[in-house]
């Protein structure tokens, strides 16, 4: 039984409509309850739901396991894959870690990463 938790989630498939995800506030934080394991198709969308009461402003488009974060005027690009990664932007850029001029495209090496400006 819930207390004081909001629930987020429910699981469709149970019998009693049990809770997938649930919240409760803690002082000036919050915990999340999953009762699934953490798996990407379960954490993506939490995690999207939250940045807007954050305000964390959503990076740019990647390719999958690609991550990116622009942080004044610069953006930092992670590969986490064991595969190379070609990760499209507009016009040109100058990578301040390689020290690369890309055009069009980043290649990103298995895992590599770039500050590009």
């Not at 803690?26 to 798996?39: L, N």
């Not at 305000?55 to 690009?77: F, K, S």
Request: hydrophobic share 40%.
């Amino acid at each position: 039984m819930l207390r004081s938790a909001k629930v987020i989630a429910t699981f469709t498939n149970t019998p009693e409509k049990s809770p997938a995800i649930t919240v409760n506030t803690y002082g000036k934080g919050r915990a999340i309850y999953m009762a699934v394991p953490a798996q990407m198709p379960v954490l993506a969308p939490l995690v999207r739901s939250l940045y807007a009461p954050l305000g964390i402003e959503m990076g740019p488009d990647t390719p999958a396991g690609v991550y990116a974060r622009v942080v004044e005027g610069r953006t930092l690009y992670v590969n986490t894959t064991g595969d190379e990664k070609i990760v499209p932007i507009r016009g040109g850029r100058h990578g301040i870690i390689s020290g690369r001029t890309y055009d069009g495209t980043i290649p990103l090496n298995p895992y590599d990463a770039d500050l590009v400006e």
